[in-house]
């Protein structure tokens, strides 16, 4: 028996991202606020007193990439539960990638999906993680493997909160400033080869032009069917780079700095990429403070857990490439496993 399902054509879903000093928020419903120890610390106090609702609630979870799991979701929806929180309320995530992901993924879920807010407190997610609406966790399998689409209300990127991001948390932002540049635009490649990107203009040149880049491309492909998956670029070898050291030795913009050279080293080999293109990409990963190099201890191990990913459809990986030259790409998942390897056996060896 077949039963269809019909549904009728749903609106498209708008919000607004606001760069620009966080503005007076009011709010005629409960609030809770997901926010970490650390960023608390800084800038709680900050955000309370731009907030007015009948009732917040404050919930911190552990920092660090390690507390992305499924465990830690269900400990904000025991919260909720226990505040009696309804459909109509509403969460917002004050925090870097981690707790905006996890934030959303919580409001995708608690009974079916209720509001919520991004405020991101570090670059990585001002520039990336807080805008297309990407959600979820971590598993033993592999990054991010849990998860949904599920669209803020609101994107608040205020640029005070990074004059206390710390410099490595910096440079993890920038990397994914680096992909959006090699992906879609030499010429903002080039503003990043030319300027010191941490004074206040550079700043909030990198935001403005990396947001406008994402939206342009979450715009054309919400649930990454096509364009938006070239946003990938370096994750795919990053990701793996992440679960090998078990989310703790690397940031995650710093495992895709690794992940984009990895990316570049099997362009160079398909003839997508020359070696001066890839000279200036390490170059200015370098110059902003990430490590370029990593060593594979098993390449057919490394290989293997590609099939873990997102990013694999029946048994078959998409490599995100640069196109040619820097500012187009290429997505290619008919790449043979000797090429792949030998491009991972450079990686093998001591670098």
């Known amino acids: 028996m077949i039963v269809p399902i019909q549904l009728a054509p749903t609106a498209p879903v708008t919000y607004d991202i606001t760069i620009d000093t966080l503005p007076k928020l009011t709010f005629d419903r409960k609030v809770a606020i997901v926010t970490n120890p650390t960023v608390s610390a800084l800038h709680l106090d ?3 007193e731009r907030i007015e609702v009948p009732y917040i609630e404050v919930i911190e979870v552990p920092d660090g990439e390690e507390y992305k799991s499924l465990e830690t979701v269900v400990s904000i929806l025991d919260r909720l539960f226990e505040a009696r929180f309804d459909r109509k309320s509403l969460l917002i995530a004050l925090g870097g990638g981690v707790i905006g992901d996890m934030t959303g993924f919580t409001t995708s879920l608690y009974q079916r999906g209720i509001g919520f807010v991004q405020i991101p407190t570090t670059l990585l997610s001002q520039v990336d993680a807080s805008v297309g609406g990407k959600t979820g966790v971590n598993n033993a399998w592999g990054k991010n493997l849990i998860g949904a689409f599920y669209q803020p209300e609101a994107v608040y990127i205020d640029p005070h909160f990074l004059t206390t991001l710390p410099a490595r948390e910096f440079a993890a932002g920038v990397a994914e400033v680096v992909k959006m540049a090699v992906m879609f635009d030499a010429e903002f490649f080039s503003f990043l080869q030319t300027h010191d990107l941490r004074t206040p203009e550079a700043i909030r040149e990198i935001i403005r032009r990396s947001v406008t ?25 990053g990701h793996v780079v992440e679960n090998e050291t078990g989310y703790t030795t690397y940031l995650h913009g710093e495992a895709v700095a690794i992940g984009m050279v990895m990316a570049n080293e099997l362009a160079q080999r398909l003839g997508l990429l020359s070696g001066e293109e890839a000279g200036a990409i390490r170059d200015v990963l370098a110059a902003n403070g990430l490590s370029t190099t990593y060593r594979i201890a098993d390449v057919e191990a490394f290989y293997e857990h590609f099939f873990l990913d997102k990013k694999s459809n029946q048994g078959a990986i998409t490599f995100i490439l640069p196109g040619g030259r820097i500012g187009t790409h290429v997505m290619r998942n008919d790449l043979d496993t000797q090429t792949v390897k030998e491009a991972l056996s450079v990686f093998g060896e001591t670098q």
């Not at 649930?223 to 670029?233: C, D, M, P, Q, S």
């Open 46 to 48: 900050y955000v309370l």
């Open 213 to 237: 880049l994402k939206a342009h491309v979450v715009n054309q492909d919400e649930k990454e069917a096509g364009i938006r998956a070239v946003l990938n670029y370096g994750h795919t070898f």
